[in-house]
C-alpha cells in the first residue's frame, strides 16, 4: 500500500515522435549522447521505444516524455505523460 507521501520513481524519458500507429501507439525516438570508447568524440545513439498514448493524441514531430510503466502488450511497456509542444 502506498500513502500520499510515499512516491514511484518511475524512469522517464524525452523524445520525438516518429510515428503513429493505430489510435493508441506511438513510436518514439530517444536521443542521447555518448563519448566514443576510443577516440573520444561524442556520438549520437538512437532508440525508438513503442508508447502506449491512452487519452492524449500526439502527432509525428511532437517532443513528448514518457513514463515506464507495467507491460501492455509485448512491446509497449511505457506510456505517454506529457506533450511538451
Known sequence: ?????QST???????????????STASVKIVRKVKHPVYGKIVSRFKNYAVHMAD????VGDKVVIVQS????????????????
Open 70 to 85: 507495467r507491460p501492455i502488450s509485448k512491446t509497449k511497456t511505457w506510456l505517454l505523460a506529457d506533450i511538451i509542444n
Open 1 to 5: 500500500m502506498m500513502t500520499e507521501t
Open 9 to 23: 520513481h518511475k524512469k522517464s524519458l524525452t523524445g520525438t515522435v516518429v510515428n503513429v500507429v493505430g489510435e
Open 56 to 59: 492524449t493524441k500526439a502527432k
